[in-house]
């Protein structure tokens, strides 16, 4: 018998493509659309009759943050996985795309049906969504990545006020977190879940870092806000929109307790029947893989963890009220420190 010729990368780049596009959305007309070409001409490609030039292939790459060597190797038994990164620098306009990619990839998930478009979040730290639902809040993490992470220019001799950050950055984190609350969502904290931006505050108020006691107290008011927030939406097991209004109408929220720590900040992203795994570095930056073999691991992973973990959402009244008065607790702590200094 005969060997069965192996597909074309070029077949399985295609098909790749197809997988990741929404089911009411043409294939054809997309791909027409991208390389500005005919739909017949576009058929031909999808077909593989015509050959992608290296251009039409970079450009596809990038549009739908695939990389390709990883479809090159896809029939062979290489560890070898690629992720793309954006990368930041010190100058503002980096943030601002950094936010924007951020807004845009989670719309695009919006795109796909209700059922088919599922976040599992494992937070290291609180995760970054939830943050932008409270103005102050994410004025005082915006200030502290560009000032504190990235030594962005205009920032170093600066004090916590939230006349140091653009509006704009806030109206786009504003459409993140409501983005994200539209979205089927499953997060894994620990007990160290919030320690980080704790003792970001922390540092800052020991720093002098904060224009005054007051907006230090703010930043602190918000996050008693944010606690309350997400201890309501694990109750419903359905997430709020910046105005405080359900999301969905159905369950689209889960909430777990794992004992153990996490290690890291990590997130799959299902859409129909694409996975992508973003995986934390250098604070708060991600890096991106669609690699079909480490997101199967990513997602085994993942699921492992929440076996070994505790639903503390939904009918778990107790295990919730005990987590969140342990957060509670930490965070009255800190007031108390600021408020007698």
């Not at 031909?44 to 596809?60: D, F, K, N, V």
């Not at 997430?239 to 405080?244: F, I, Q, R, T, Y």
Request: net charge negative; glycine share 2%; charged share 25%.
């Amino acid at each position: 018998m005969a060997k069965k010729e192996e597909e074309s990368a070029q077949i399985i780049l295609m098909r790749k493509i197809k997988t990741a596009l929404p089911a009411n959305i043409s294939f054809v007309d997309e791909l027409a659309d991208l390389l500005s070409i005919s739909n017949d001409s576009a058929y031909r490609r999808i077909r593989g009759e015509t050959a992608l030039s290296i251009e039409e292939i970079a450009l596809l790459c990038k549009h739908f943050k695939f990389s390709f060597d990883a479809f090159i190797s896809a029939n062979t038994t290489s560890n070898s996985v690629s992720f793309s990164y954006q990368q930041l620098s010190s100058h503002v306009n980096t943030f601002r795309e950094y936010l924007e990619n951020m807004r845009n990839d989670l719309a695009n998930m919006l795109k796909f049906p209700e059922n088919e478009r599922t976040i599992i979040y494992a937070a290291e730290d609180i995760p970054v969504f939830q943050h932008f639902a409270h103005s102050y809040l994410t004025a005082f993490k915006i200030f502290y990545w560009n000032k504190s992470i990235l030594n962005a220019p205009g920032f170093d001799d600066k004090k916590f006020d939230t006349v140091h950050v653009d509006n704009d950055l806030l109206k786009i984190a504003r459409d993140i977190y409501d983005c994200y609350s539209k979205l089927n969502s499953i997060e894994v904290w620990s007990d160290d879940t919030v320690t980080s931006t704790l003792k970001q505050v922390e540092f800052y108020w020991d720093a002098g870092a904060f224009h005054s006691k007051a907006d230090a107290l703010k930043v602190c008011e918000e996050l008693n806000l944010l606690f309350a927030r997400i201890n309501k939406e694990a109750e419903m097991n359905v997430k709020l929109d910046s105005n405080d209004k359900p999301s969905s109408s159905e369950n689209n929220y889960a909430l777990y307790h794992s004992d153990v720590m996490i290690g890291n900040n990590c997130v799959m992203a299902q859409m129909g029947n694409m996975k992508g795994a973003y995986i934390s570095y250098h604070t708060f930056n991600v890096m991106l893989t669609t690699n079909p073999g480490f997101c199967n691991e990513t997602d085994l992973w993942l699921k492992n963890l929440i076996k070994k973990s505790n639903l503390i959402s939904g009918v778990a009244e107790k295990q919730r009220y005990r987590f969140f008065k342990r957060i509670d607790e930490s965070l009255k702590r800190l007031v108390q420190k600021i408020e007698n200094d």
